[in-house]
Every structure is written in structure tokens, then in C-alpha cells.
């Protein structure tokens, strides 16, 4: 039998996209007609997804987002869920959930102190004045490249978000209008005097069980001017701000490398200054918060069988060499700054393909999302809870979170990692 064309939809003119589909030889069509593959931006997957719409997905449809991915990619209820998250270890007596003398958790603790205002302002406060001296960064809710974000270090500075002030009822009166505030990261690991993150690429196939991939070229992105934690360059966000949306209208900023590192050249960087074993360790670490972030979701996100999503994860290390979750991005950019930028992305949505479809030619949402070793391209496969629950029948009682590592009780399971 003649196999028919897969159809695809697209919402996005984005040529790494655009000329994947076109290799395989897809026909394009709108997102009105019958598709096979929808690569949706976020607010058509929230109408097909809504139950108004009444859209039924058929067995051969897959689409690059979970209906309720805001779960993980809202900065308020990614907080929200990793709290609750946290409590139930705790209830369970999870050593996971072990805290200091202080009272900070141990693990658990990879996301800045966050609060959201004005809902949680006097609980801010609270935390506020325990250290004075501190910084920290306040976001819009439903904002993102860097727009709306500030740096603050005294009350007063938003004093218009608390409860008692005239504009409060203003300023709570809807979500776009809310803030998150956290704690700022003030010593970031530097690089050439430079504060950095990293975007680093996962890939979640299902929740429940939970099987996500990490993709191995991730890079790390520049501000072009040195880093100063001084009061008197808060305001200067080309020193705190890494979003390249913000980065590329700075005086320094080169269109050649576009302020941009592989991951392999910082993990070069920091064997060569810091050692192979603290920088594996660190690896190791982020591999670790992103499995636990995307645990902390998995209960309460809508496993929709004909779902898959390649998430953009922001991560800052500090000094200590220690991960920080910054933000998940649910439609992480697709535009290419570079030559490599374009390179890498045009694998990395080849790859992703690869996983979510490896019979290659049309979608089945009732195969076993196991694909086959040969089509992960740069993908690592970095927590199956299937293999991780078998290998813990086999070795069951035998963990422990060893001498204060946090490299012992975590997914650690070699049929788990590779
Ligand atoms: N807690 C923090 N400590 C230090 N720096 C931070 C912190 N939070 C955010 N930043 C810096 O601010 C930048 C913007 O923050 P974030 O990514 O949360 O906002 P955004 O505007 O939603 O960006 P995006 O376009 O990636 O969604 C980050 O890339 C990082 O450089």
C-alpha cells in the first residue's frame, strides 16, 4: 500500500523548522485542515487543547505541546509546584526533602527563595528583612525577554505592591499584572569577568511515566559588560540581564559569536580551571534539578498522549559551581543568531522529530515511545521512571544519600542515563 504524505502544520516561518519538514518530504497545511504534525505556538495549542473548541486528536496527530505546559514554563506555578513538590517528600520522609539546622533543604533547594506579589508580599517582607542587604529581581508573570524585569535592594523600591498601598487593587487586578520576585543569584560564576547562563534543551515524551531526554548541545549565553554586584550599575541590565533579546542592543555585543558558548567549550573551560571531577559533578547537578523539575509537574500536567515538548531550560551557576533553575521555556527561540546557532538548531528539531516520530513517516500515538538507540542524534535519554522503578525492585533498600553528596539517591540508575 502507497504510503500517504504526512502532513504538517506550522506556526512559526522559523527556516530550522521549516527545512526539516521539508526533507522528509511533509506537505504543508494549515492548522484548519488535517495535519499530522502540528508545531504549534503556545496559544493555538491552548485553543485546540481548550474543551470549548471540541477538537478531537486523532491516533496519527502529535502536537509539540501538553495542553497544561504552563505548569512547568510559569514562573508562579513552576514555584508552586516545586513547593508542593517538596512537602510531599518531606510528608513521605523522603531524605530527598532533608533540610539544614537553618531549615533549607539540602537537595531540594535549586530555584532562587521566590515570592509572588502582590499575593505574598508580607511573606516577602518577612524574608526581606532576615538580609537587608540583599538583592533581588523582580518579573513580570506573563512577560518574557527580559521585559519588565528590575533589580531591587530596599523595600521601598516596591513598596506599590503591598497590600496596604492604594494601588494595590490595581496592580493584583490580573495575572499580567503580578510579579514574581527571587532571590538574585549576586555571585555568578563568571567567565572574562562576564555573567553567563546556559540554555540548555529537554525533550519530555511522557509524564506519566515520566521519560525525558536532554539534547547535549546546549550553550551559554553572555552579557557584554563585566559583571559588578555594585548598588550604583543595578539598573544596568546589560551586566545582569543574559537574554540575548537584550544583550544584542548593547554597544559590545558581537553578531559574530553572538555572545554565545557551546556547552562543550564550559565544560572544557571549567576542567582545565576548576577540575574534571567538580565539573562533572556540576553536570551531574543540573541533570539532577531538571529530572526533579519535571517531577514536580508530572502529577498534575495532562499526559496527553498526542503531546511531546522540547522545553528551553535557563540555568545560572554560581561561584560554588551550583545550579540554579531560572526559567523553563515552553517555546525556547528558534531563530538562529550564528552560523553554529543555526547548525545546532536545525539537529536539534531533526533529532527531536526523530524521537517523537522514529517510524519516520507518519505519527502513532499507540506506539511504546521507545526509540530505537540509533535515532537519539545528540539526544541522552536522561530519566525512563519505567527502567528507574525496575532497577529499584532490584535494588531495593539499598539507597542512600551517602556522605552529604547529592550525586548518591538521586536518578543515578545506569539503565536510567543512558
Ligand atoms: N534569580 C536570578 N538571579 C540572577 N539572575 C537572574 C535571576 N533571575 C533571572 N536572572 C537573569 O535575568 C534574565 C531574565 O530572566 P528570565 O529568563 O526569568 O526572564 P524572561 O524575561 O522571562 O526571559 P525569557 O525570554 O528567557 O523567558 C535571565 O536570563 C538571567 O540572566
Known amino acids: 500500500m502507497a504510503s500517504r504524505t504526512c502532513k504538517y502544520a506550522c506556526d512559526m516561518e522559523k527556516s530550522v523548522l521549516v527545512s526539516n519538514f521539508d526533507k522528509r518530504g511533509w506537505a504543508q497545511v494549515?492548522?484548519?485542515?488535517?495535519?499530522?504534525?502540528?508545531?504549534?505556538?503556545?496559544?493555538?495549542?491552548?485553543t485546540i487543547f481548550n474543551v470549548e473548541t471540541g477538537y478531537r486528536?486523532?491516533?496519527?496527530?502529535?502536537?509539540?505541546?501538553?495542553?497544561?505546559?504552563?505548569?512547568?514554563?510559569?514562573?508562579?506555578?513552576?514555584?508552586?509546584?516545586?513547593?508542593?513538590?517538596?512537602?510531599?517528600l518531606e510528608k513521605e520522609g523522603n531524605p530527598l526533602a532533608e533540610k539544614d539546622e537553618l531549615g533549607h533543604y539540602c537537595y531540594m533547594d535549586f530555584i532562587p527563595v521566590t515570592f509572588l506579589l502582590p499575593a505574598d508580599y508580607n511573606l516577602f517582607v518577612?524574608?526581606?528583612?532576615?538580609?537587608?542587604?540583599?538583592?533581588?529581581?523582580?518579573?513580570?508573570?506573563?512577560?518574557?525577554?527580559g521585559i519588565g524585569i528590575f533589580l531591587i535592594n530596599k523595600l521601598s523600591q516596591i513598596k506599590k505592591w503591598s497590600r496596604d498601598s492604594k494601588t494595590s487593587s490595581f496592580q493584583a487586578s490580573s495575572a499580567r499584572d503580578s510579579y514574581v520576585?527571587?532571590?538574585?543569584?549576586?555571585n555568578p560564576l563568571l567567565i572574562g569577568g562576564k555573567k553567563f547562563d546556559l540554555r540548555m534543551y529537554v525533550l519530555v515524551t511522557s509524564y506519566r511515566p515520566l521519560k525525558c531526554y536532554i539534547y547535549e548541545l546546549g550553550f551559554c549565553r553572555f552579557c557584554t559588560v563585566k559583571y559588578s554586584a555594585?548598588?550604583?550599575e543595578l539598573d544596568n541590565m546589560f551586566i545582569h540581564l543574559t537574554n540575548i533579546s537584550v544583550q544584542k542592543h548593547g554597544d559590545d555585543y558581537n553578531k559574530q559569536h553572538g555572545g554565545k558558548w557551546n556547552i562543550q567549550n564550559l565544560k572544557l573551560f571549567l576542567q582545565s580551571t576548576r577540575g574534571r571531577e567538580v565539573t562533572s559533578k556540576l553536570f551531574d547537578d543540573i541533570n539532577w534539578l531538571i529530572v526533579h523539575s519535571l517531577k514536580a509537574v508530572a502529577?498534575?500536567?495532562?499526559?496527553?498522549?498526542?503531546?511531546?515538548?522540547?522545553?528551553?531550560?535557563?540555568?545560572?551557576?554560581?561561584?560554588?559551581?551550583?545550579?540554579?533553575?531560572?526559567?523553563?521555556?515552553?517555546?525556547?527561540?528558534?531563530?538562529?543568531?550564528?552560523?553554529?546557532?543555526?547548525?545546532?538548531?536545525?539537529?536539534?528539531?531533526?533529532?527531536?522529530?526523530?524521537?517523537?516520530?522514529?517510524?519516520?513517516?507518519?505519527?502513532?500515538?499507540?506506539?511504546?515511545?521507545?526509540?530505537?538507540?540509533?535515532?537519539?542524534?545528540?539526544?541522552q535519554l536522561l530519566y525512563d521512571e519505567e527502567l528507574?522503578?525496575?532497577?529499584?525492585?532490584?535494588?531495593?533498600?539499598?539507597?542512600?544519600?551517602?556522605?552529604?553528596?547529592?550525586?548518591?539517591?538521586?536518578?543515578k540508575h545506569a539503565a536510567t542515563w543512558k
Not at 134 to 140: A, G, H, L, N
Not at 388 to 408: N, Y
Request: include cysteine; hydrophobic fraction near 30%.
Open 181 to 186: 520576585i527571587s532571590r538574585y543569584i549576586d
Open 57 to 88: 486528536l486523532q491516533d496519527d496527530q502529535i502536537i509539540n505541546h501538553f495542553p497544561n505546559h504552563y505548569e512547568l514554563t510559569r514562573k508562579d506555578l513552576l514555584v508552586k509546584n516545586l513547593k508542593r513538590y517538596r512537602k510531599e
Open 388 to 411: 528507574a522503578k525496575q532497577d529499584q525492585e532490584f535494588s531495593k533498600g539499598k539507597v542512600s544519600l551517602g556522605s552529604g553528596s547529592r550525586r548518591e539517591g538521586k536518578v
Open 299 to 379: 502529577g498534575v500536567m495532562n499526559n496527553d498522549k498526542h503531546c511531546f515538548e522540547c522545553y528551553g531550560y535557563d540555568i545560572i551557576i554560581d561561584d560554588n559551581l551550583k545550579p540554579w533553575l531560572i526559567e523553563v521555556n515552553a517555546s525556547p527561540s528558534l531563530s538562529a543568531t550564528t552560523v553554529n546557532d543555526r547548525t545546532m538548531k536545525y539537529n536539534l528539531i531533526n533529532d527531536t522529530i526523530n524521537l517523537v516520530m522514529p517510524g519516520g513517516e507518519h505519527p502513532d500515538v499507540k506506539w511504546n515511545k521507545t526509540p530505537p538507540k540509533g535515532l537519539y542524534g545528540h539526544y
Open 126 to 145: 518577612e524574608e526581606f528583612r532576615k538580609n537587608p542587604s540583599s538583592t533581588w529581581i523582580m518579573k513580570p508573570t506573563g512577560k518574557a525577554r
Open 30 to 46: 494549515t492548522s484548519d485542515e488535517e495535519w499530522n504534525f502540528y508545531w504549534a505556538s503556545v496559544v493555538s495549542a491552548k
Open 230 to 232: 555594585s548598588s550604583a
